[in-house]
Structures are given as structure tokens and as C-alpha cells.
T-cell receptor
Framework: GNSVTQMEGPVTLSEEAFLTINCTYTATGYPSLFWYVQYPGEGLQLLLK?????DKGSNKGFEATYRKETTSFHLEKGSVQVSDSAVYFCALSETGANSKLTFGKGITLSVRP | GAVVSQHPSWVICKSGTSVKIECRSLDFQATTMFWYRQFPKQSLMLMAT?????????EQGVEKDKFLINHASLTLSTLTVTSAHPEDSSFYIC????FGPGYNEQFFGPGTRLTVL
């Protein structure tokens, strides 16, 4: 079956530090890959996505590249802000409409001033 | 972006009672909604897929008689936890799929915290 593995957390960084959150996956076929973010007290929001190999998703300064050869979708940001403090989930879905998502465990990011 | 609401945002109930949680897509129609359960410091686990006008599809290990799902309209799905027990205490999250030509995205509700005493 499908699975998503995220690096263990939590992660604490100083403002303007570089961020990498690792994510690897196991899936049959060619899944779409996602990063979701959950701010305190809010629901999950789609941060970025990539639907095929070598695609790069980007949003709000975050980037992730779909690497089929390493089955990875690592999240990066060059300079984090305090407002980036949240829980980040990597997820995948099989291709097609209405496909259910398989999530990683999530990782808590805390950015200190 | 599309908005999904859940009601209530939190509920406390006595063991043995039933609790209904609503999930609404506020500005789009969703033929498919999903229900997830999230334990502290753990991932979201898919419980079931709710399809408008038909029976829900439950994931392996989820008791369909325990977690009743009704998707009576294109904007509303309900999850009823029947005869709730303390082990059912959890954070329940729904999502609704907004799809059409060239787009397909799940939008998540803010979640419902259930505490069973």
C-alpha cells in the first residue's frame, strides 16, 4: 500500500534560517504529491503540490521537487519567518479525481525571533 | 479559496451517548467528502469516503456501525459517533473535494475535538 515517511520532529529554527523537511514515499503507480500546513487552531491548508516527476511546487517561498528516482518530495525554504511556525504534512494521492490522501505523521516547526 | 466548515468545533459527551458532527462546503458543491481522525502528535488517518447520494466507503478497521456517515446533499456530510466511549476521543477532520475541468483539490475543515467522559 501507499505510505509517506517524514523526518522526526519537532524542528526549531531561528528566523531567517534555511529550512529542509524531508519526505519520502512509497506508492504504486505515479502519485501526486502535496505539502499541507496546519497553523495553530486552523484546518489544513494546501501549501504546494506536484503532479508528475521533476515538477516543482512552490508557494509563499516554500519549494519542493518531485523526485521519482529517490521517491522524495523534500520541502525547503531559504529564509523562515516566525509566521511559518506550524505543523507540516507531506501527503500523496493516486492520480485521478476524488483520490484519497495518505499523510505522513507531520512535523512541528517552531521559528523563534 | 473554497471554505469548509465543521460544527461543532468541540464537544464533550458522556460515555454511551451519540454525537453528530457536520461538515459543510460553503461555496462549492462536493460530491465527495472525506472523514479523517487525528490522534495527538500523529498523522491524519482516513476513516471513510463519503459520496453524495450513496453509501460511504469505510477504510479497513473502521466500524461502519460505530461511525455513521450521511452525505445527503452536495454541501453537507455528517459523521455520527454512536454509543461513544473514551477511546473515541479524538480530533475529527473532514475534507471536501472541489473538482472540475483542470482542477481537483481537497479543502479541509478546521476539525472537531471530541472528548468522551
Amino acid at each position: 500500500g501507499n505510505s509517506v515517511t517524514q523526518m522526526e520532529g519537532p524542528v526549531t529554527l531561528s528566523e531567517e534560517a534555511f529550512l529542509t523537511i524531508n519526505c519520502t514515499y512509497t506508492a504504486t503507480g505515479y502519485p501526486s504529491l502535496f505539502w499541507y500546513v496546519q497553523y495553530p487552531g486552523e484546518g489544513l491548508q494546501l501549501l504546494l503540490k506536484a503532479t508528475k516527476a521533476d515538477d516543482k511546487g512552490s508557494n509563499k517561498g516554500f519549494e519542493a521537487t518531485y523526485r521519482k528516482e529517490t521517491t522524495s518530495f523534500h520541502l525547503e525554504k531559504g529564509s523562515v519567518q516566525v509566521s511559518d511556525s506550524a505543523v507540516y504534512f507531506c501527503a500523496l494521492s493516486e492520480t485521478g479525481a476524488n483520490s484519497k490522501l495518505t499523510f505522513g505523521k507531520g512535523i512541528t516547526l517552531s521559528v523563534r525571533p | 479559496g473554497a471554505v469548509v466548515s465543521q460544527h461543532p468545533s468541540w464537544v464533550i459527551c458522556k460515555s454511551g451517548t451519540s454525537v453528530k458532527i457536520e461538515c459543510r462546503s460553503l461555496d462549492f458543491q462536493a460530491t465527495t467528502m472525506f472523514w479523517y481522525r487525528q490522534f495527538p502528535k500523529q498523522s491524519l488517518m482516513l476513516m471513510a469516503t463519503s459520496n453524495e447520494g450513496s453509501k460511504a466507503t469505510y477504510e479497513q478497521g473502521v466500524e461502519k456501525d460505530k461511525f455513521l456517515i450521511n452525505h445527503a446533499s452536495l454541501t453537507l456530510s455528517t459523521l455520527t459517533v454512536t454509543s461513544a466511549h473514551p477511546e473515541d476521543s479524538s480530533f475529527y477532520i473532514c475534507s471536501a473535494v472541489n473538482f472540475g475541468p483542470g482542477y481537483n483539490e481537497q479543502f479541509f475543515g478546521p476539525g472537531t475535538r471530541l472528548t468522551v467522559l
